[in-house]
């Protein structure tokens, strides 16, 4: 792995952004993608050397609405606190779509030896962090940009509206704040206008040059879970003269790896309980009072969610009454299933393989990681997709998983995003 992060690197060096073979667009788009990769690339780079948490994408969103208005669209700055808004009137009447980029980073210290890596540190949770754009929203968010150039460029023959995203927070907002999502459509993030579709991509470890496009149940509904476990303290050596919380945890944990495994349906509705973490107990000699703990839970079917959780409330509280102790349980909604409706995807598929060919486009299947991607499909059917970052013979295996802090974006894969984008706007609004 460190051989082919060697080479990817030089080559990064050496050339900004290697450009692919296509017949998928008319030669004065494709003019404007050549002329807009090596400011992507640049763009990119300069996210990548200052990135900054959910809400605190201030230095981020003004270079995007300098941007935008250097193209001349209408733009709104302050959305969600820290998101910007671009409208592209095109020179003719047509449907009104969407286009989204996520900004914000994580607390994340990296480890990737770049020449524009990461050195940012700030605080998250109270806490000392390094920051590091691990997930590549750096990208999504030059990606967006390039792809505003060239649309913006093609004005007069646009026939439509274009609505151009740029959201924060998609990491997960700050405790008792809602998401970047969520918060830009609850301030009326289209203003008056009503998109009839809504793209977005994301970065992921898979062949560069490639788009992953998946029908249906994308990516999974993400929640927090927090379990209070309520005993009655007493002497380590005398534990019958107490209930101990600790092992009514640990027998939790145990129960609820049955909940996926033996309570639910693993065809119609694949789940993950995750706890990540425990607390409990201040000294080695004292079985403790209460214990803590905190997790996730991860679904791809939304209509199975409340059977779901009535399954986890009961395994957790009946486990906990078996030992003696008592437990509580609060779910907190995160993220939702990001769905595709298939009709729309269908149309999606057909565009990027015009823009890409058959064999850069792939069917892959559902992850689950979350996305809150998914609020606006509620809002407006929208289709997301992933497209790959890996260096080449670099297998899925091999690459650093986002969030990781080795987490790697081979850069000439960006414009295989930026064509995918341009490809499926301009289905919708070119004549």
């Given at each position: ?291 803590e703990m905190q997790g996730t839970i991860r679904y791809l079917n939304p209509e199975t969610r409340d059977e779901l959780y009535e399954r986890i409330r009961r395994t957790i509280t009946e486990t906990a009454a078996a030992t003696g102790a008592t437990a509580e349980v609060t779910i907190t909604e995160n993220a939702i299933p990001t769905v595709n409706p298939p009709a729309l995807m269908a149309r999606t598929r057909a565009a990027a393989v015009r ?77």
């Amino acid at each position: 792995m460190r051989l082919f992060v060697a080479i990817a690197l030089a080559l990064l060096v050496a050339t900004p952004a290697a450009a692919q073979t296509s017949t998928g667009f008319a030669s004065p788009v494709e003019s404007s993608i050549q002329s807009v990769l090596p400011r992507m690339i640049a763009w990119r780079r300069d996210f990548h050397q200052n990135p900054e948490l959910s809400y605190e994408e201030v230095r981020t969103a003004r270079i995007v609405a300098a941007h935008l208005r250097s193209l001349r669209m209408e733009v709104r700055t302050g959305v969600a606190q820290t998101g910007v808004v671009g409208v592209l009137r095109g020179g003719r009447p047509g449907p009104v779509i969407a286009l989204r980029a996520d900004m914000d980073a994580l607390p994340v210290t990296e480890e990737v030896e770049l020449p524009f890596r990461s050195r940012a540190r700030g605080t998250y949770n109270g806490q000392d962090v390094g920051i590091m754009h691990a997930c590549g929203h750096d990208t999504h968010v030059a990606i967006l940009m390039a792809a505003a150039s060239v649309l913006a460029a093609r004005r007069e023959e646009i026939a439509g509206t274009i609505i151009f995203v740029f959201q924060p927070s998609e990491e997960g907002a700050p405790p008792g704040q809602m998401g970047g999502a969520r918060r830009m459509l609850a301030e009326n993030v289209f203003g008056d206008l009503q998109p009839e579709a809504i793209y977005g991509l994301h970065a992921w470890p898979a062949a560069s040059g490639t788009v992953t496009m998946v029908s249906g149940p994308f990516m999974a509904g993400s929640d927090r879970i927090d379990i209070t476990v309520t005993g009655s303290q007493t002497h380590g050596a005398q534990p019958h003269a107490g209930i101990d919380p600790i092992v009514a945890s640990s027998q939790i944990i145990n129960a609820l790896q049955t909940v996926p495994s033996r309570q639910m349906d693993a065809v119609r509705s694949p789940v993950i309980v995750t706890i990540g973490s425990i607390h409990g107990g201040v000294r080695y000699n004292i079985i403790p009072q209460t214990v803590e703990m905190q997790g996730t839970i991860r679904y791809l079917n939304p209509e199975t969610r409340d059977e779901l959780y009535e399954r986890i409330r009961r395994t957790i509280t009946e486990t906990a009454a078996a030992t003696g102790a008592t437990a509580e349980v609060t779910i907190t909604e995160n993220a939702i299933p990001t769905v595709n409706p298939p009709a729309l995807m269908a149309r999606t598929r057909a565009a990027a393989v015009r823009a890409l060919g058959e064999e850069r486009v792939l069917t892959g299947l559902p992850v689950m990681p979350a996305e809150d991607f998914a609020y606006f499909q509620q809002a407006v059917p929208g289709v997301f997709f992933f497209y790959g970052v890996n260096p080449p013979g670099v297998t899925p295996e091999e690459a650093a998983p986002n969030h990781n802090p080795r987490f790697f974006v081979h850069e000439p894969a960006m414009e295989t995003a930026l064509r995918a984008m341009v490809a499926v706007a301009l289905d919708r609004v070119s004549e």
